[in-house]
């Protein structure tokens, strides 16, 4: 997705591809920020986990039985935004946020037991101390904690 910021804001007077996926920007070029620089692309594994990827199998079978609408669980899409919040990293709250918006979004549609799961799962994997591709502020190399909050 590509945004337009102001002039010296995300890229000095031009478009520049990221995610605007919460209250900041997300750009390689994040001095502006306080931030340390981004060392990995973004990346995205979906729903991650063990759960999640059984959860993906048996909702495809469900989808070619005809017991269910869509070829994806409708859920990826939230997952794809929670990823994007993670990859730049940034404060405890900022990582609380992006979780609770995660399962509020699955729970929004109908899948309460299920965001409980996942928030359950995020809160404990997701730690920036951990050597994990999943991790908060998985754009920056290990070992890194949460950045002090702005």
Not at 27 to 47: E, V
Not at 98 to 108: E, M, P, S, Y
Not at 131 to 150: C, D, T
Request: aromatic share 12%; charged share 20%; hydrophobic share 35%.
């Amino acid at each position: 997705m590509t945004l337009n910021y102001p002039d010296g804001y995300c890229s000095p007077g031009g478009a520049v591809s990221c995610f605007n996926l919460s209250d900041r920007e997300r750009c390689s070029d994040c001095r502006h920020l306080n931030q340390p620089p981004i060392d990995y692309p973004f990346t995205s594994d979906g729903c991650s986990g063990g759960l999640m990827c059984f959860l993906r199998i048996m909702w495809r079978v469900a989808y070619k039985i005809g017991r269910v609408k869509t070829p994806e669980p409708p859920w990826e899409a939230d997952c794809l935004i929670h990823d994007a919040a993670y990859w730049p990293g940034g404060s405890r709250a900022d990582r609380l946020m992006a979780d609770i918006k995660l399962a509020t979004a699955v729970c929004g549609k109908g899948y309460p037991f299920l965001a409980r799961l996942m928030f359950l799962g995020i809160s404990v994997g997701g730690v920036p101390r951990l050597p994990l591709p999943w991790r908060w502020g998985y754009a920056r190399k290990w070992p890194r904690g949460y950045l002090r909050r702005r």
